[in-house]
């Protein structure tokens, strides 16, 4: 009877750990699903580069840093569900340079943007990231010699990356990073919804839901 007792004990007590972490993560969900609806701003602004149709009903929100180890693993990832999902999903890059010395990368990544190579450096990045910033070891003087590739002006990259607007757009994510209580990167939310459980699987489920949603068959 006495273990009979200690295993039900254990199990009301793992059913309700169960029922509240699923009560936590559907409030969570209301909670930024609201300040999608109502605060579209911390999700997107102005200066947010973005890939994608104007038209996508499915916004997938990424708060990066090139850096990031698990940006880069994400991005093929993140690439091949546009291609199956032409025109349904608008990607939106956001920032969050969490790291010592990650600032600087996105200041080299936005002053390639004024050139017109915004997602040619960001590429070469993620492919390089190994030789560059190996386990947050930041090498930026080998940065300089594989930019390149995407077709940049290196040393005007260099005067670029100091003009006071890439400043201000990082100081605007990293403040929409903690009113979204963004803990790392990558950090997703699909139409104001967060990835709360992360994975490859989950993402991908996240964002399928949504495009049944918003587009029922």
Same mark, same amino acid.
């Given at each position: ?13 793992? +059913? ?14 209301? /909670? ?18 973005? +890939? ?13 840093? &090139? ?39 996105? /200041? ?26 190996? #386990? #947050? ?21 260099? /005067?670029?990356? #100091?003009? &006071? ?14 009113? +979204?209580?963004?803990? /790392? ?25 949504? +495009? ?6």
């Amino acid at each position: 009877m006495k273990y009979a007792l200690v295993g039900i004990t254990c199990l009301v007590l793992v +059913l309700a750990f169960v029922i509240g972490n699923n009560y936590y993560q559907e409030q969570q969900t209301q /909670k930024y699903g609201f300040l999608a609806a109502e605060n579209a701003d911390l999700f997107v602004r102005d200066h947010s580069r973005t +890939l994608g149709s104007d038209d996508a009903r499915v916004y997938l929100v990424e708060f990066m840093d &090139p850096a990031c180890e698990t940006c880069a693993a994400f991005a093929p990832f993140i690439k091949q569900i546009m291609d199956a999902n032409p025109g349904k999903i608008k990607l939106v890059l956001r920032y969050a340079p969490f790291h010592d010395g990650a600032d600087d990368f996105v /200041k080299i990544l936005e002053a390639a943007g004024m050139q017109g190579k915004y997602w040619e450096t960001l590429d070469v990045m993620f492919a390089t990231q190994n030789i560059w910033a190996n #386990h #947050h070891n930041y090498q930026p003087d080998r940065l300089w010699d594989i930019l390149p590739r995407a077709g940049v002006d290196i040393e005007q990259i260099k /005067k670029d990356m #100091h003009d &006071p607007a890439i400043a201000r757009i990082i100081a605007q994510d990293m403040a929409d990073v903690r009113a +979204l209580n963004v803990q /790392k990167t990558p950090g997703y939310f699909v139409n104001g919804r967060p990835l709360q459980v992360f994975g490859y699987r989950q993402l991908s489920e996240l964002i399928q839901s949504e +495009l049944n949603a918003q587009y029922p068959k």
